[in-house]
């Protein structure tokens, strides 16, 4: 177990619908990643948080979005969504951030649009 | 921007047989390099990591050396079990432009051991 928590574990949707992903990071971690695991892309960087503020964002649609929260929980929210969305998202979770510090990540959710 | 380069699958071995999966990058400055395992249906899971020149990560029997001459980070390990069947993901991690320590990942190598 990671001690990184991601729900849900699944989610099936139609296109144009709105979904919210929840991560919670291992305890005392500060660093929060978002990444898109997908067919055709392999693993893609989304966006990182870091105690709360937005530190650095990759290929991450405008119809997406993120938030970390005071209690370090991060939230995605992916809206309008297209089929090609499909894919599973992955949380992962540093202490500080570094290029030197692991990040251990969650089960991931995968999100099914229909 | 920085890449990493791995030997696409699958790869097909027998349990007890020799593992090499092969790992290239490249990147500007001095990145950390990991290999990271998923077993199906589930997350990653960090396997070994190296974070300069010369070092040598291992784990579970599994070793990689950082080569920053031939830019490469090859995983090993001796002698393959069935339980190591799973996707090997090779990855670095370097400061960026605008901060970011963002994991970068190669495609993944499907590993299938039969007994």
């Known amino acids: 177990d990671s001690g990184v928590t991601q729900t849900p574990k699944h989610l099936i949707t139609a296109t144009g619908q709105r979904v919210t992903l929840r991560c919670s990071p291992r305890s005392g971690d500060l660093s929060v990643y978002w990444y898109q695991q997908s067919l055709d892309q392999g693993l893609q960087f989304l966006i990182q948080?870091?105690?709360?503020?937005?530190?650095a964002k990759g290929n991450i649609l405008e119809r997406f979005s993120a938030q970390q929260f005071p209690d370090l929980h991060s939230e995605l929210n992916l809206s309008s969504l297209e089929l090609g969305d499909s894919a599973l998202y992955f949380c992962?979770?540093?202490?500080?951030?570094?290029?030197?510090?692991?990040?251990?990540f969650g089960a991931g959710t995968r999100l099914s649009v229909l | 921007g920085n890449s990493v380069t791995q030997m696409e699958g699958p790869v097909t071995l027998s349990e007890e047989a020799f593992l090499t999966i092969n790992c290239t990058y490249t990147a500007t400055g001095y990145p950390s390099l990991f290999w990271y395992v998923q077993y199906p249906g589930e997350g990653l899971q960090l396997l070994l990591k190296a974070t300069k020149a010369d070092d040598k990560g291992s784990n579970k029997g599994f070793e990689a050396t950082y080569r920053k001459e031939t830019t490469s980070f090859h995983l090993e390990k001796g002698s393959v079990q069935v339980s190591d069947s799973a996707v090997y993901f090779c990855?670095?991690?370097?400061?960026?432009?605008?901060?970011?320590?963002?994991?970068?990942f190669g495609k993944g190598t499907k590993l299938t051991v039969n007994p």
């Open positions: 948080y870091y105690n709360g503020e937005e530190r």
């Open positions: 992962a979770s540093s202490a500080r951030g570094g290029a030197t510090n692991i990040q251990y």
């Open positions: 990855a670095l991690s370097g400061r960026e432009q605008g901060g970011s320590e963002k994991l970068v």
